[in-house]
């Protein structure tokens, strides 16, 4: 992988590429707080709109992508209702696989990050398969940079 300088995910200042969730009644717990699983669904919302842009998807026709891992780390609650910002960006670049970086946010408030291992796969074979030059292309146009 490509290894770049450390990047602090809860700088806002670092993503280019953002979403925007809801959060729901439904998502909250006992606490009176949106719940972790929801935290998930927000980097999955994020993660979604950044690899299937409309028009432009990132894979190649034949390939689909995997994620081999999802460390998500929870760094302050979240009330209903309101809505919440995903800023996803590339953080390393290997042979097959990236990793996306992404900060959850109320506000300018950072409540998560998260780091994500994605695979590109080959659907014919099921295996992992070297990353395209136009697909790694797109992938360094989104890399993570200190501002």
Same mark, same amino acid.
């Given at each position: 992988?490509?290894?770049?300088?450390?990047?602090?995910?809860?700088?806002?200042?670092?993503?280019?590429?953002?979403?925007?969730?809801?959060?729901?009644?439904?998502?909250?717990?006992?606490?009176?707080?949106?719940?972790? +699983?929801? /935290?998930?669904?927000?980097?999955?919302?994020?993660?979604?709109? /950044?690899?299937?842009?409309?028009?432009?998807?990132?894979?190649?026709?034949?390939?689909?992508?995997? +994620?081999?891992?999802?460390? *998500?780390?929870? *760094?302050?609650? +979240?009330?209903?209702?309101?809505?919440?910002? +995903?800023?996803?960006?590339?953080?390393?670049?290997?042979?097959?696989?990236?990793?996306?970086?992404?900060?959850? /946010?109320?506000?300018?408030?950072?409540?998560?990050?998260?780091?994500?291992? *994605?695979? *590109?796969?080959?659907?014919?074979?099921?295996?992992?398969?070297?990353?395209?030059?136009?697909?790694?292309?797109?992938?360094?146009?989104?890399?993570?940079?200190?501002?």
């Amino acid at each position: 992988m490509t290894d770049g300088p450390t990047l602090d995910l809860k700088d806002p200042g670092l993503y280019r590429h953002w979403a925007k969730d809801t959060l729901r009644y439904c998502d909250t717990d006992k606490q009176g707080h949106i719940n972790n +699983i929801a /935290f998930a669904v927000f980097c999955e919302t994020g993660r979604v709109q /950044f690899l299937l842009e409309p028009g432009q998807p990132l894979t190649p026709p034949g390939t689909f992508i995997v +994620i081999a891992r999802l460390a *998500l780390d929870f *760094l302050g609650e +979240i009330h209903w209702p309101g809505e919440v910002r +995903i800023g996803t960006g590339v953080m390393s670049i290997g042979r097959s696989s990236f990793t996306l970086g992404q900060g959850i /946010f109320v506000n300018e408030r950072c409540v998560g990050i998260a780091d994500s291992v *994605l695979v *590109l796969a080959d659907e014919a074979t099921r295996r992992s398969t070297p990353l395209p030059e136009a697909m790694r292309e797109r992938l360094n146009a989104a890399l993570l940079m200190t501002p």
